[in-house]
């Protein structure tokens, strides 16, 4: 389509070519049209909208109307400290309530007071004590969604009378031909692809918003041109080349004048956004601050929720909309401390509708209760329970958060399993010879765990495989629990099957470990276990240096041509036994470090890593695509092999030198006694010969 089909204003040739000089220092040749930048208007705190840099305007705002905000209206946020007068509120019905009640003062913000003083701290040291020559500075704002980032810094700025220039991330449909063409010149050889563009197009951003003041307007003090640059999305490209970002980030903090703020939300699923964007290294080379928000307390959302409820109460004057506590004790509950979240459900739940088809399953599930209600009466625990299942049902019903859980607390859940007391009058009790069965009832759903972790049911075996020994005392219950882990194993064997299996699997390994383990039976003996420690599967380490000893077997001993399973059980260890196999050096190390299974008595143990309570749990050798180094792993893992030592097996070293990780390895030329007599000599074993006659 052509610019001018499209309706869209093309930028006069002259204001082009004066913004492409401005910024040829930094961009090389690829001037960019303005028209090209998506950035939000400047806000100042008399509500005004300026725009210094965004000259056209038409193209940008029909960019952004085909754009659906990803959560909240923007056009809110730019008119953020002029909320509509509350007598006006009801005439917009449709409004929704995270923007009619969106907080104005620092003591509306339902997010933690620390928190709150942190960032102004920050802000106070990085905007207002700014010492003229200070380069850029970068903040970076982590936390669960709808925690209250946002909203903190955006009231943060306006009490402090900082302006906040916010990045909207274009997507790459946006970049038509035409577009591309607009920002790169008609003539020029074009060979650029949307993703660099979008980069290309983000620098521009950084560098303007660093560049420019905002347009004094008549009537405006010239004092405060205080500002700071918000990036909650970032451009797809960053995901895959973090490098890009890192580049345009060290240019930014060497030329800048005002601070960049990035919030980033955490995500349950394993794919952590901030450790690809933001690793240990490039915080610590650009000196970036991280604050990191918690989930909104359940009193702090009750609060809010209390609020809005009272002020629609008072307004619809219908009875209908009164909120009772529990109800909205559910709301909070469903909606994992998320508070556009927990708003958007109690609107829901306050349309007309929805009360009176909620109000229809309640009678009829009270005339259901009542022809049941022929049985004896159901005791207050039991009762309490079945209300907490079909509270659950509800929390759902209206619209609750598809809640996760970090596989940290997961994993937590499962090995301390709290249980509730059950008098035995109320629970018809097991036979005499089935009483060693009889366990109070769980408080948790193990399934129900596994899901909510975001984990598929073999990985989160494997966690459980490693940490269960810790949290049982008796001998006989790790075994029936290794029984039952073993059964899991075996499940989800198949690999055609694994798929379907998993969950049966995981079910089978959670309720093992949790029905095994006697000390946590019963509720009055639960207490005293204490904090300990939870780590990450050894299995995560041997498998790596499985697969690369497959490569190296290969690599190596490529002349036999057999497959590496067959090198590594068969082939290795019968050269091993050879006194003078006459290979060369890598090999023969290869050789001994594979190719024998030393018989000692003290096998080195792998030390530990241990499970942080926000870590995804995928180790980076599941996230980081697969195949691509497969090839430099096999040359790597050859090359380790080559100048493997023997001296790096103290108990608990890590990483392990040889495969094996035994005590007194061979020296690393030719095997010297003979592996075999290497190992009878260990292990002192008596051989004994054996008579045919
Ligand atoms: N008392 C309150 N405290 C904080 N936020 C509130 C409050 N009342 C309403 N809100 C609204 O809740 C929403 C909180 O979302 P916000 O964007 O600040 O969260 P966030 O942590 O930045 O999440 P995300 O990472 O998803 O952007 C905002 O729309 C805000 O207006």
Redesign the pocket.
Known sequence: MSASSSGKQTVPAEVADWLAHSFGDFLGNTSISPSAVPVKPLEDNSGRNQQPQQKDVSSVTERRSKVPPR??AKSSSVHLHHSKPRQNRDQSQDEP???R???ETQN????QKKKIEEVEAWLKIHILQRQPKQGGSILL?T????????????ILAKDLGVQVQEWINPISLDFTKEDLRNMFGHDSNFHTFPSQAQAAVFQDFLLRANKYNKLQMLGESSENDKKLILI?DLPNQFYREPSSLHEILRRFVRMSRCPLIF???DNFSGDNKQRLLFPVDILEELCISTIS?KP?STT?MM??LNR?AATEASLKREKNFAFDRTSLELLCRGCSG???SA?NSLQFSSMKDYLLEKEFWLKKERSSTVKCEAAPAVSKVRKKTKADNSEDQEIQAIGGKDASIFLFHALGKIIYCKREPVSESEFPQLPAHLSEYRRDTLLIQPEDIVEKSHMSGSMFNLYLHQNYVDFFSDIDDVVRASEYLSTADVLCSNWSTQLVMEKYSASVATRGVIHSNMSRAFAHHQGGMGFRPLHKPQWFFIDKKYQENCLAAKSLFSSFCLPPECLQTELLPYLATLANPMRNQAQIAFIQDVGRLPLKRNLGRLKLETLTDKDPGMPDLFVSSEGDGADAHAVEAAAEVEKTTIDENELGGFPLSSSQCSGSELPCSQPQPVAAQAIMEEDELQVEEYDSD
């Open positions: 959560k909240r309530w995270v923007d009640y969106k907080p509306d913000l339902a997010v704002l936390g669960p969604p709808g925690c209250g980032k946002t909203a903190t810094i955006q909650e919030i980033i939300s928000f909104i702090n609060k809010v809005i998320d508070i556009r708003i």
